[in-house]
């Protein structure tokens, strides 16, 4: 498997250079990339261009020789069923509208704080998630509403945890960029760059180890770790890509490239902006795919789920997508130039899996229309609902601290301090 | 000393200095606790502090009497095992690796190698790879993976191979295993142990020679233990282990070799409280880890010098034991902290503060905290210790607050 992937190690941007003393290798290299990048945008665009065109052709420009097989095999016309083509776009559009909704419930100030938005990353949610079993865990990052609701988290409870309200999925405690769902096994929304990745690798560590050492053979649990292209400049990403490689762990590293890093662009802050090619470097297959495609999505995600669930291992799969939004609702997104917004407004996943099911017969526009129509009735339901939920009381302020709350120590009194009233009226000084 | 066990005797190779004075290793006085009786069963030490059936009935969290007191009845010297600290705390690894299969081990050389103060020797031969897993020396992750594989129902226990590589990973000590639980509404628990070597070593250097202490203790959600004989450490690193907080255990370099006899009986520690190593009636003398030693060093002197002070290691370093200490401090009505921890934001620090709350009224005088200076650790032996609290420094201290 391995040394299949490997194949796919080629030096492509800069071919292999016989180092001259007096010209470093890489001086060069920044010095046109950063030239192209700083003022001569349209050839960059003309680049990412020619590189989706070339995934129109196949769904994956570079995957592993065990994705392309698989590929070939299945030779039906179709890509999806008109049942899974419904979910995925009942999905879609409920992940698109719910943050339009929050969009308008943080300006009429019904949420706080920073709010990130998902808007045109759908398809790299809907592509994977739905992909997975209850039992799968999910790690995602500060921009997790939309995976909490892939994985299946009511949109009741997400919005009014966006609300602050106690009926929220975390009783109002983690808010936007802290989603957690024991029942749904999402281990949560981190908001610190890359520090998910590891979380994600413990909870493949435990598949595993149930197992292997505790012998359950029901461990077949799949781990998918969602995170951005400026995480993929963080160690804590290389980091796990190692011991995931190392161990053969059940986990897809999912990246979500939307080229911006809030204003840092992806080209301008790393060296090598393939980010799939990092697979291969520890010893796992690295796949690109066009983010903006929730059928071509959809195929990678299957076999890398698939593979990891074998126990065969880790992917990193590189998404090329896009947000439509600003970084957070609090971003003015003035830096973005417009065109390139614009190139990417073309691309809406949502818009091209609607085309797909129109072109082959698999949806009518009046079954869209009545999920369209099912979705908002969800929504204002979710809205009418967290509005109307009740505010954290006082006595939930102590509550979560220590999941043994002896962990307060024992008072002057020689009693445990969670003992006292103070402690469940959350009135206690700690 | 009644509690004194026959034969107790500290090996020190570690230290330079004669600070480990062997006759000075008190074994943890405990309160009816008979041995014989109690063959072959468990006991926790004290309290049903551990018992959690027990801890949902109110009665049964009144603790009569927070510590054993003066003149209380010790084992004969003649049961129990005797072994080194870091055997003792393999000891207790060991019984909740065979306890409990989810139990498992991961940090550097913690497999093959056997740890590199040798606490987890030849568990990776009985247990397996997985469960007692060599990491690559990457801190962040393989900290974070443990909160993760804690997340998912497993019990890890993270070796810092030194604890001040584990500044590396503060970030998920920090907003991981202190703050999920809460941020997650409760869904998550974190059952992790982070533990490893720490404390200022014999001329390790700077970053060899941290104290940690500080710079963990203003994380919310975690406990911190720090033990000092190997009777306390197996006993909190079951108690640790068994808990569903995180725990960071602190274990001092220099006293990795102490030996001690301690029972055969399976027995567990309370994590939340501190230990009376000499009771007293003039001055409160509060301090753990290898400051204990230093301690009672100096408290030979002092006895000699006609003074009698109380010795209580606080062991809990977040939360503090305030009933032992309080009621340490309304019978002496003097204190004295004596840390090996950093002066600015330190443990002393944080103690002073809880002590001037809560029992102001009691004291006769300011409570002094002799800390270690505020200094990157010097690697020159001479600076070095005059980084750390030396014996004659206490005995002044003690002095002082006494006139």
């Not at chain 1, 994985?151 to 609300?163: H, I, Q, Y």
């Not at chain 2, 309304?330 to 840390?339: A, D, F, P, Q, Y």
């Not at chain 2, 709350?357 to 032996?381: K, M, R, W």
Request: glycine residues 8%.
């Amino acid at each position: 498997m391995s040394l299949s992937a490997t194949k796919f190690v080629h030096p492509i941007t800069t071919p292999p250079s016989t180092r001259s003393s007096d010209k470093p290798l890489f001086s060069t290299f920044f010095g046109s990339n950063h030239t192209k990048l700083r003022f001569n945008k349209p050839i960059v665009a003309a680049q990412r261009r020619s590189s989706s065109a070339a995934s129109t052709s196949s769904p994956v420009v570079a995957v592993s020789d065990v994705v392309k097989e698989k590929k070939l095999k299945s030779t039906s016309n179709l890509l999806i069923t008109k049942e899974e083509g419904l979910v995925l776009y009942e999905d879609m559009i409920l992940g698109r509208f719910f943050e339009d909704m929050c969009a308008q419930m943080y300006y009429r100030g019904k949420m706080f704080g920073f709010v990130h938005l998902y808007n045109g990353q759908e398809a790299v949610s809907t592509g994977f998630i739905k992909f997975l079993k209850k039992e799968d865990y999910v790690v995602s990052t500060y921009r997790d509403h939309v995976h909490a609701l892939s994985k299946g988290v009511p949109a009741r409870e997400v919005m009014s945890e966006l609300f602050g309200k106690a009926t929220g999925c975390c009783r109002g405690q983690g808010g936007s960029m802290h989603m957690f769902s024991k029942q749904y096994n999402l281990l949560g929304g981190f908001a610190f760059i890359g520090e998910g990745i590891p979380v994600a690798t413990g909870a493949a560590f435990s598949s595993k180890y149930r197992r292997e050492v505790l012998k359950e053979p029901g461990a077949d649990e799949v781990t998918l770790a969602f995170f951005g292209d400026g995480t993929c400049n963080n160690g804590q990403f290389y980091e796990c890509l190692n011991m995931a490689a190392l161990w053969k762990l059940p986990i897809v590293f999912v990246v979500e490239n939307n080229l911006w890093a809030i204003g840092m662009s992806h080209l301008r802050a790393t060296s090598d902006p393939q980010i799939w090619k990092k697979g291969p470097a520890f010893g796992m297959p690295g796949i690109h795919v066009d983010g903006m495609d929730v059928l071509k999505v959809r195929e990678v995600a299957k076999e890398a789920i698939e593979r990891a669930r074998r126990g065969e291992g880790p992917t990193l799969v590189e998404c090329e997508t896009y947000r439509f939004r600003g970084h957070s609702l609090a971003d003015p997104d003035e830096l973005r130039d417009p065109a390139e917004k614009a190139h990417y407004a073309g691309r809406d996943p949502i818009t091209a899996l609607k085309k797909y099911l129109f072109d082959n017969k698999l949806a009518s526009e009046q079954e869209l229309k009545a999920i369209d129509k099912k979705i908002e009735e969800l929504l204002d339901d979710a809205v009418e609902f967290a509005d109307e939920s009740p505010l954290p009381p006082r006595s939930q302020l102590l509550e979560n601290v220590f999941a043994d709350p002896k962990g307060f120590g024992i008072g002057p009194d020689g009693k445990y301090r969670c003992e006292d009233p103070k402690f469940t009226q959350g009135t206690a000084h700690v | 000393m009644a509690t004194l066990f026959q034969g107790v005797g500290a090996v020190t190779p570690f230290s330079a200095s004669s600070s480990l004075d062997s006759n000075k290793l008190l074994l943890p006085s405990r309160k009816s606790l008979s041995i014989s009786d109690s063959r072959g069963s468990i006991f926790v030490y004290r309290s049903d502090a551990l018992n959690l059936k027990a801890a949902t009935r109110k009665q049964d969290l009144l603790i009569p009497n927070a510590v054993a007191t003066k003149g209380e009845t010790s084992t004969s010297a003649k049961s129990g095992h005797e072994l080194l600290l870091f055997e003792a705390l393999r000891e207790g690894l060991e019984e909740e690796m065979e306890r409990d299969p989810r139990v498992c081990v991961m940090g550097e050389d913690v497999g093959h190698y056997g740890g590199s103060y040798k606490v987890t020797k030849g568990l990776a031969e009985k247990y397996g790879d997985l469960r007692v897993l060599d990491t690559p020396i990457a801190e962040n992750s393989f900290t974070g993976m443990g909160i993760g594989a804690a997340m998912t129902g497993l019990r890890p226990i993270v070796e810092g191979m030194n604890m001040g590589f584990l500044l590396l990973a503060f970030n998920q000590i920090s907003n991981n295993c202190g703050m999920l639980h809460y941020t997650s509404g409760g869904q998550f628990t974190i059952p992790i142990v982070i533990r490893g070597p720490g404390g200022v070593g014999r001329q390790l250097g700077a970053e060899h020679s941290q104290r940690l202490e500080s710079y963990f203790q203003s994380i919310p959600g975690i406990q911190m233990v720090a033990c000092s004989t190997p009777y306390n450490a197996k006993g909190l690193m079951k108690a640790a282990i068994r808990s569903e907080n995180p725990v960071i255990l602190f274990e001092h370099v220099l006293l990795y070799n102490l030996k001690e006899r301690i029972p055969d009986e399976e027995y567990v520690l309370s994590l939340e409280e501190a230990e009376m190593v000499r009771p007293g009636e003039h001055i409160t003398i509060l301090t753990y880890s290898r400051m204990r030693y230093h301690v009672m060093q100096a408290a030979k002197t002092l006895v000699n010098k006609g003074y009698d002070p109380e010795v209580i290691d606080i062991r809990s370093l977040k939360p503090f034991d305030l009933y032992t200490i309080g009621c340490s401090v309304k019978k002496t009505h003097r204190v004295l902290i004596v840390e090996e921890c950093m002066r600015t934001g330190g443990i002393g620090a944080s103690l002073t503060a809880a002590i001037t709350e809560n029992f102001h009224d009691y004291l006769d005088a300011p409570i002094v905290c002799l800390s270690s200076q505020d200094v990157p650790t010097p690697y020159a032996g001479t600076l070095e210790e005059w980084t750390v609290v030396q014996p004659a420094q206490i005995v002044s201290a003690v002095e002082q607050l006494c006139q």
